[in-house]
DNA sequence: CTGTGGATTTGCT
DNA sequence: GCAAATCCACAGG
């Protein structure tokens, strides 16, 4: 008998939901960033699966974008730091901020073309507890304080540069995957992008619209509002 | 080689 | 509302 593959000590088929296609990457970011809500970013090692569902995103685009995007870190060229945005599309780019903490991009598109896709916020799904316990927060904390923001994020999941930069999401037998389940095509709602101050008023900030999870200032809930496509 | 500042979070005023 | 925490990538000389 063939006994079943594993990733980092748990059998394939424990792991919710199924495989996003590389295919699904290989468009560009204004149109990967929206899809991805409602999908599931899911981590396993040593045996130990933690996963959220993905509430709030925001596109970078590609220095070969039309308008440029001087907000993105892929803007000046490649360097040593975003080289996994010049390469094929479905990777994890994560890098360090302040100092203090980590953010994790997806790359899209394909080789050459860096555009890119910042994971902002995850309504956590599996291992909850741990995630929260992670964040240093006590089990009697709302669960929208887990996993909102983009270094709470890789703090509640455990992502590091070091540790995570790199992976391809696409792969079955990655420790860090984008999976899909049942779930339905939430309502987003598009807004400027936060925390910048390049291109402020593109509109490349995708949320589930109304999820508690979802971080930043409530008066962006009032921007234009789309069915996913 | 050095100076500058950032796709953030938290805690205090 | 504002500043501190704390690192290093990278642009410029």
């Given at each position: 008998m063939e006994q079943e593959a594993e990733v980092s000590g748990r059998r394939?088929?424990?792991?919710p939901g199924r495989l996003v296609s590389r295919r699904f990457f290989e468009q560009s970011p204004e149109t990967v960033a929206p899809q991805l809500l409602g999908k599931l970013l899911v981590s396993v090692e040593a045996g130990r699966i933690l996963a959220g569902r993905i509430v709030e995103v925001e596109a970078y685009l590609g220095?070969?974008?039309?308008?440029?995007?001087?907000?993105?870190?892929s803007h000046r060229g490649p360097t040593p730091r975003n080289m996994v945005l010049f390469g094929p599309a479905g990777y994890a780019y994560v890098y360090s901020i302040y100092g203090l903490y980590y953010c994790m991009n997806i790359s899209c598109e394909r080789e050459g073309l860096a555009g890119c896709v910042l994971l902002r916020a995850l309504e956590p799904v599996v291992g909850v507890a741990e995630m929260a316990r992670n964040r240093g927060?006590?089990?009697?904390?709302?669960?929208?304080?887990?996993?909102?923001?983009p270094s709470r994020l890789c703090l509640a999941l455990g992502l590091t540069r070091p540790g995570?930069?790199?992976?391809?999401?696409?792969?079955?037998?990655?420790s860090l995957q984008v999976r899909e389940d049942d779930f339905a095509a939430p309502e987003v709602v598009v807004t400027p992008r936060i925390?910048?101050?390049?291109?402020?008023?593109?509109?490349?900030r995708f949320a589930v619209r109304g999820h508690p999870c979802v971080s930043g200032p409530?008066?962006?809930?009032r921007w234009a509002s789309n069915p996913s496509t």
């Open positions: 394939r088929s424990e792991l220095p070969h974008s039309d308008p440029p995007d001087p907000a993105a870190h927060l006590d089990e009697s904390a709302p669960v929208r304080m887990i996993a909102s923001g995570h930069n790199g992976l391809d999401v696409a792969s079955a037998g990655s925390g910048i101050k390049h291109a402020v008023d593109l509109p490349l409530k008066k962006l809930e």
